[in-house]
């Protein structure tokens, strides 16, 4: 299959986008996802929904079969849990919210088809040090490690704590889903282990990264519990420190359209293991 978005070559090399952002019909209730990447959705859960998630995050996080299991990624520094993968198949609680109508019909209207789970996962980010993501496109890896062809996946990031502008909020360059940044530097055999944890192979250069915050700015997600983001799968985004006493938790899942199945990695020796990237393709019902 034609690679369309090269990527962790030898050198950095931008390819401008080939595919729609919006691949389903325009409306009101997506407002400028077409032009930014993203949307912003003040209150997806109401308040006792987040307290009902709020309190199964910290039945799993309490719960040694999960700790123990290769889906947590724990943070080297505090040895406390950083964020819980595929938390959508272990959690029946995080299934629902998968197939709650107010989520999956925007993934279904945003790729204009029937959409499957490609990766849910819940970030913690506890105070007093959890650590960020640096820049990075998820499609980057997407592409490269999960064999997915197209930029037709979107991922929902659904605050579970206060996201405020001080403990580790998401950051998009607005409008940088536009590009692709192909990556420099080969993807050495289960990256995974450490990329989830702090990813290297396809990490944008310095000076690309200036490039780009200059064009299009830094914009920071900051909203109640409750709120959400909704964002392409190539906008350029990362997350700061968080060093306050304010835990920063939030639920995110990504969608796939069914039409956009995986194939072999495009950049990276071997596949990377299902409860990271789903090969499944059942559509959410
Ligand atoms: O590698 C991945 O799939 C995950 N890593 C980050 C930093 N964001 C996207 C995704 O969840
Ligand atoms: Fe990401």
Redesign the pocket.
Known sequence: MTDLYPTRGAVEVTTPRRDPVLWGEPSAELGDFERDGFLTVDELLTRTEVLTYRAELKRLIADPAVRNNERAIIESSSQEIRSIFEVHRISEVFARLVRDPRVVDTARRILGSDVYVH?S?VNVKPGFGAGG?YW?S?FE??HA??GLPRMRTV?VSIALTENRDTNGGLMIMPSSHRTFLGCAGATPKDN?KR??RM?EAGTPSASALTEMALEHGIKLFTGPAGSATWFDCNCMHGSGDNITPFPRSNV?I?FNSVENQPVEPFAAPVRRPEF??ARDFLPVG
Request: proline letters at 0%.
């Open positions: 990766q996962r993501f990075h998820d890896t997407w490690e999960d991922s995974y990329s989830l990813q995110f990504v990271i990237a």
